[in-house]
């Protein structure tokens, strides 16, 4: 009986020897960021400048070719990224004295140069659309904005004589 | 001895067996996302560094579980932008610490290569902290980079 009871528990202590379990494994994934600057730098080069004006007569200073008379505006943009451009435009330009505006209108358009040929057509300058950079690989480049406009002859008609400005002002955003 | 005493005996020390033989030799981790390395807003041609003790922008994980384990890091050599452009990044040896959870004592470790660390249950886990260099191009492109970076955790021994 005792030897019975023996070897019964043996097998008893042999059958519950549990099963070697297998230990699990985890993993997470985090990101890592960062955002580069771009660069950006504007300068104003020129002013438009329609000219004297005589009473009655316009003046045309049309960007991408050289004024007869008057002188274009530039700005300069050193950029190394896309940029996008708004234009905050006078409605029309104001008496040194005072009196009423003198009505003008504005045009714009990109070049690789102060003067010569633009890279496009002129248009409104509010219609300006962006300005990207040739290379794309970070390195910086210098574009152009040239400024002319129009001033139509009957604007001068009965005009109150002296000196007429305004400002244009422009705001220039790195994309990206 | 009767019969009804030896089945009785015999039941109790089966019991007994099993009891001291079957313990659990599971181990079991699991490990948790908790914040990315950031990086922040980076000047072409200046390194930018995060320190591991950098609580604000360096990679955190949690690890739920105690025991001796197997840590590895899946490093990137870079990041890289939206546009297809690559930015270098670099780990050192000096890059990582480990925080157990409840008490809050730290250790380094090298984050390059995969390391032995030591949860005690007392802890119940501990945090992994990571940090690196980033080395932007002196005409890096301007924009957004990203990279992912894993953490494994294997129990010692399997």
């Known amino acids: 009986m005792k030897n019975l009871l023996n070897t ?20 997470g994934t985090v990101d890592a960021t960062a955002t580069v600057l771009a ?21 045309t200073v049309t960007p991408g070719t050289i004024p007869g008379s008057g002188t274009l505006g ?20 104001a008496h040194s004295g005072s009196g009423p505006d003198l009505p003008v209108s504005f045009e714009c358009g990109y070049s690789a140069a102060q003067s010569g040929a633009l890279d496009g057509p002129a248009v409104g300058c509010s219609s ?3 300005r990207t950079t040739s290379a ?36 220039v955003n790195s994309v990206y | 001895m009767s019969t009804h005493r030896c089945l009785a005996l015999l039941a109790a020390r089966c019991v007994l067996v099993t009891l001291l033989l079957a313990a659990p030799a599971e181990a079991q981790v699991s490990v948790f996302p908790v914040q990315d ?14 320190p591991a003790t950098d609580a604000q922008r360096r ?28 930015l270098p990044v670099r780990f050192d040896s000096g890059d990582g610490v480990v925080r157990w959870r409840r008490t809050g004592i730290s250790f380094a470790f090298d984050p390059t290569v995969p390391s032995t660390v030591w949860v005690p249950f007392w802890e119940g886990g501990a945090r992994i902290y990571l940090g690196g260099l980033a080395n ?21 021994g399997t």
Do not use: C, K
């Open chain 2, 37 to 50: 390395l950031t990086f922040g807003q980076v000047q072409p041609g200046v390194q930018e560094d995060v």
């Open chain 2, 136 to 156: 932007p191009d002196a005409t890096q492109p301007p924009g957004h980079y990203v990279a992912t970076v894993t953490l494994q955790v294997v129990p010692a």
């Open chain 1, 136 to 171: 794309g690989d970070g390195s910086t480049e210098t574009s152009y904005i040239q400024v002319g406009g129009l001033i139509a002859g009957a604007a001068t008609t009965d005009r109150l004589p002296g000196t007429y400005s305004g400002t244009l002002t422009f705001t």
């Open chain 1, 74 to 93: 530039v700005l300069q943009i050193d950029h190394n990224s896309e940029v996008s451009v708004s234009v905050a435009l006078p409605a029309g330009l």
């Open chain 2, 59 to 86: 990679a955190e994980y949690e690890i739920r579980g105690t025991g001796v384990f197997q840590v590895s890091l899946f490093l990137p050599s870079q990041m890289t932008s939206v546009g297809g452009a690559s």
């Open chain 1, 128 to 130: 300006l659309g962006n």
């Open chain 1, 8 to 27: 019964v528990i043996v097998a008893a202590g042999i059958a519950a020897l549990p099963t070697v379990a297998q230990a699990q494994s985890a993993s």
């Open chain 1, 39 to 59: 660069y950006l730098d504007v300068q104003n080069v020129a002013d438009l400048d329609f000219g004297s004006l005589s009473a009655g007569s316009g003046a």
